[in-house]
């Protein structure tokens, strides 16, 4: 499993142009978390991988988002798992399939809000549009 994180200061997710999902909070910075799933990933990796996301510090003033209560978005990412290492085409074979994935992206914002995360989604397998103010700008890749 990995988790594309970024630090924003807003960042949004549309679906046919409407706003599906949302890490804003006035004054507050929060993260964008875009989330890959591979073949042998489960729900204790995905909990795992939330425990760390709430408790990393990356917020201002080496904060986490659990000191702050910083927003997080969750946007399903297949292509975190793009082989390119051949030809001009990527390929999706290391991409979990939907059955496996979906359930796990769910888990993995389960486990935030578990945590007492305020998180919003995207739409599992939708054509998305994310916009976002990356601050910093600050990116990571978290994996387990």
């Known amino acids: 499993m990995r988790v ?3 630090r924003v200061l807003t960042a949004a997710v549309k679906v046919d142009g409407e706003v599906v999902g949302a890490a804003e909070r006035p004054g507050v910075q929060g993260l964008l978390a875009l989330v890959g799933v591979t073949h042998d990933d489960d ?3 995905a909990q795992r991988l939330a425990e760390k996301l709430w408790q990393l510090r990356i917020l201002d003033d080496e904060k986490s988002a659990s000191e702050v209560g910083a927003p997080i978005l969750v946007v ?3 292509t975190l ?3 390119t290492a051949k030809g001009r085409r990527p390929a999706w074979n290391a991409a979990a399939p939907r059955a496996v994935a979906e359930p796990l992206v769910d888990a993995f914002a389960d486990a935030l809000r578990g945590l007492g995360a305020r998180v919003q989604t ?3 397998g939708a054509h998305m549009q994310v916009e976002l103010v990356n601050d910093g700008p600050v990116t990571l890749l ?3």
């Open 142 to 144: 978290l994996e387990m």
């Open 81 to 83: 798992y793009a082989n």
């Open 76 to 78: 399903s990412q297949f």
């Open 4 to 6: 594309l994180v970024q």
């Open 43 to 45: 729900e204790a990796k």
């Open 122 to 124: 995207g739409v599992f």
